[in-house]
């Protein structure tokens, strides 16, 4: 599903990889964003292991992400996607 094709949730995924880096100590070597999914080279500061780092930015990302979808009113593809979500 194309959700990243819209500014507003590039941004979520961007402002959450900074904050990884900044917080967490997240070592960003290469990323690409694609419009349904992202591929990442990272590794991480001696303090945070790289499985636990990506494992809150997913969850974090998740949650706002679907935040967003639900709370925006100019999204148009809500219903849509929200029945792709349940469906898988």
Request: aromatic content about 10%; some cysteine.
């Amino acid at each position: 599903m194309d959700i990243l094709t819209r500014p507003l949730y590039k941004h979520i995924i961007i402002e959450s990889l900074k904050y990884c880096q900044k917080e967490k100590g997240l070592i960003i070597y290469a990323w690409v964003l694609m419009t349904n999914h992202m591929h990442m080279i990272v590794g991480s500061n001696a303090e945070n292991k790289v499985s636990d780092i990506m494992r809150d930015f997913k969850k974090f990302t998740s949650k706002e992400i679907l935040h967003t979808l639900l709370t925006d009113p100019q999204e148009s593809r809500q219903e849509w996607m929200l029945n792709r979500f349940e469906y898988s």
